[in-house]
């Protein structure tokens, strides 16, 4: 039978991407997060089954249920038994005992990130895959040196993951140097290695991504990395002993793309190192001590496309060098101590997608500046002075597709100039000003998926508005005037994946009835309700449910638990527990 | 291909499934189609013998198998207009319908 290795290796490990939407014991990491500039929700981005399983799939599922029934899947053409290794990883069933039914089976990735029961047992049936194995990953406190070692018979890996592996030290690091063909390595969250283990890591030439993310005793260490001129991706975040001097031996380095040094104590003069990196594109210096003055440095950086500078301290001193920066398109200025007169200094910046100014002290006037800036799509202003006669800066950025306006001064006056904003998709208005009047001069921006109205005083008259919106995926409505008529408005809305209607302490079993249609909803909060446990029967019909969070009403953890056990097999979260 | 019916009925298009043993499925085109494999056999362009014929045959499929794909193909038209119900696999026939669906990419 033809096809056994027809499948296409597009399934390579990337740390974070590993299993559709699905948050592990080893994958939260702060690393990247900033770069999801829109729409970061975690439930709308579950991708959900709509199709047909195929017969590969039903056939994949039932070997996994009957695993144990299987001695070995040697016999199996080498891209069906990693479709099974896969499923079994996945669903988390892999075990001592089934393990032992791949050995020989030539698979080329073999990641176990999220096993448990992981022992050096484990790497005899690994290293069983010789050359074939590509790419290999572990997670936890078994994973050993000497285990580590043992994976020398696997001389074609490419990619190789040891996060949150505490026992790896140094001599475990010594093996790694034979490993020629490594392309990408990750040993995340290690306490005991240091620039004495790093020398290793000199022989790997061919190394294009290196991930040493919370790695606090490698100070000194990236002298080893001056000649991996391939390397293109460099994360040492959250690694808090790294200082200026560790930024020397990088100026070589000039395929570097990506550049990730958030919390550690790089000051101005570190950065003065980066200025040869000439096809850097992304920079993060989030919790850095840099101030004004490394922007000189950084307007070398002409490939510069992505810039975190969120957390620094900045102030206004120096930022005039802003205006040098022009080829970036997402800049996080968030938590800085800047004020309306740096803004200006971003009118150039005509490429700017996205802009984060959570937190600063911006007003009114400072946001013409902006009003040129007609490629944002990503606008953040929450916590700033902004009120609604700034927003007329606002109107004619017609590509703006996410605007956060919470806790801002910003008024139901101000809002009817949004109104023109099309390609809005997400706004978000939690601020006690906004009322009823502020949603209904809104109605026009019908492609909206997200709504934030959390803290709003929107009453059941102003959910008469909500009707325009059919699109929304995400609603809060919170502050506390809805009652069981408000929430008939809310029925219509079929694309709701999350709703959270708490504290809108009048609500009864009667609106749970109300949304009963509402079949695409993960996430459901209705806390600080007069929800009974006899109003529950009444979200039998939400299959997709994952969450649901009842605080403080008359509902007991055992009523959650029953009608997870009957109706609802994909709740995994659900308050009270 | 099929016949042109005469009868007021129209008749569904039908297509042959031969197995390694010669035993022969004759089921709708549409449910056959389910299959990429046979999709491509069944309409690329060129006149491929199978395109002319509407008759497939698996050297490498025993009769056991390809009976199972065959509900399985009908299976899945019912699951795709809403009836979702479960698909019952017999354990030892798994992998080698396993290597089967493989083959025919469904």
């Known amino acids: ?577 | 291909m099929a016949e042109p019916s005469q009868s007021k009925i129209k008749k569904e298009e039908m297509v042959k499934l031969i197995s390694a043993e010669g035993f022969e499925f004759v089921i709708s085109k549409k449910a056959a189609m389910v299959s990429q494999t046979i999709r491509n056999m069944l309409t690329s362009p060129g006149s491929f013998a199978e395109t002319e014929h509407g008759e497939v045959t698996f050297p490498e499929i025993s009769t056991t198998i390809l009976e199972k794909i065959c509900q399985y193909f009908y299976w899945s038209l019912q699951y795709a207009s809403g009836k979702e119900t479960e698909f019952h696999i017999e354990p030892e026939l798994t992998l080698e319908l396993m290597m089967a669906a493989n083959y025919l990419h469904t």
């Open chain 1, 1 to 577: 039978m033809g096809g056994a290795c027809s499948r296409k290796r597009d399934q390579q490990v990337d740390e974070d991407s590993q299993h559709n939407g699905v948050s592990g014991r080893y994958c939260k990491s702060g690393s990247s997060k900033w770069l999801a500039y829109s729409f970061s929700r975690s439930f709308s981005d579950i991708k959900r089954r709509t199709t047909t399983p195929s017969l590969m799939e039903l056939c994949i599922y039932k070997v996994c249920e009957d695993i144990n029934k299987y001695n070995s899947f040697s016999m199996l053409p080498r891209d069906l038994s990693q479709q099974i290794f896969d499923e079994l990883v996945y669903s988390r069933r892999l075990n001592d005992v089934n393990l032992e039914a791949f050995r020989d089976c030539a698979l080329q990735d073999m990641n176990l990130g999220e096993c448990e029961g992981f022992s050096d047992f484990w790497m005899d049936v690994i290293t069983s895959q010789g050359s074939s194995l590509l790419s290999a990953s572990f997670a936890g406190p078994d994973v050993t040196d000497s285990g580590l070692s043992r994976l020398k018979d696997c001389q074609s890996l490419q990619t190789l993951a040891f996060n949150y592996c505490e026992r790896i030290s140094d001599h475990g690091l010594e093996h790694i140097a034979g490993f020629s063909n490594l392309s990408t390595l990750s040993f995340r969250r290690n306490n005991v290695i240091t620039a004495q283990g790093m020398a290793a890591l000199s022989h790997l030439i061919n190394l294009v991504k290196l991930d040493l993310e919370r790695c606090p005793k490698i100070h000194g260490g990236l002298v080893h990395l001056k000649g991996l001129t391939k390397l293109e991706s460099l994360n040492i975040n959250c690694c808090n002993c790294i200082t200026d001097s560790d930024m020397r031996p990088l100026q070589g380095l000039v395929n570097l793309k990506a550049l990730q040094l958030s919390s550690t104590k790089i000051t101005d003069y570190g950065v003065t190192f980066l200025r040869a990196l000439h096809k850097l594109e992304l920079l993060n210096m989030e919790c850095c001590l840099v101030t004004g003055a490394c922007l000189e440095s950084l307007s070398a950086l002409r490939a510069l496309l992505y810039l975190n500078l969120s957390r620094c301290n900045l102030t206004d001193d120096g930022c005039d060098k802003f205006s040098k920066l022009d080829t970036l398109k997402v800049l996080n200025l968030g938590f800085n101590e800047i004020s309306d007169a740096i803004l200006v200094h971003l009118k150039g910046l005509i490429y700017l997608e996205s802009l984060n100014l959570d937190s600063c002290k911006i007003h009114d006037d400072g946001l013409v500046n902006l009003a040129g800036l007609n490629q944002l799509k990503f606008l953040q202003l929450s916590d700033t002075e902004v009120g609604s006669n700034g927003l007329r800066h606002l109107s004619g950025l017609r590509n703006l597709e996410s605007l956060n306006l919470s806790f801002t001064v910003v008024t139901d006056v101000g809002l009817k100039r949004l109104s023109g904003l099309s390609n809005l998709k997400s706004l978000n208005l939690d601020s006690r000003q906004i009322t009823d009047a502020g949603l209904g001069a809104l109605t026009s921006l019908t492609g909206l998926t997200h709504l934030d109205l959390f803290g709003a005083r929107i009453t059941d008259s102003g959910t008469n508005y909500l009707k325009c919106f059919k699109n929304l995926r995400s609603l809060e409505i919170c502050g506390g005037g809805l009652t069981d008529a408000g929430v008939k408005n809310i029925k219509d809305l079929a694309s709701l994946t999350l709703l959270n209607i708490s504290q809108n302490g009048h609500l009864t079993d009667k609106s749970l009835e109300a949304i009963s249609g509402l079949t695409e909803l993960m996430s459901l909060n209705v806390s600080n309700s007069r929800i009974t446990s006899a109003g529950l029967k009444h979200l039998k019909s939400l299959k997709n449910l994952k969450s649901l969070t009842l605080e403080a009403c008359k509902v007991t953890a055992n009523d959650i638990k029953k009608l997870q056990s009957t109706d609802l097999p994909n709740l995994v979260n659900f308050r009270p527990e």
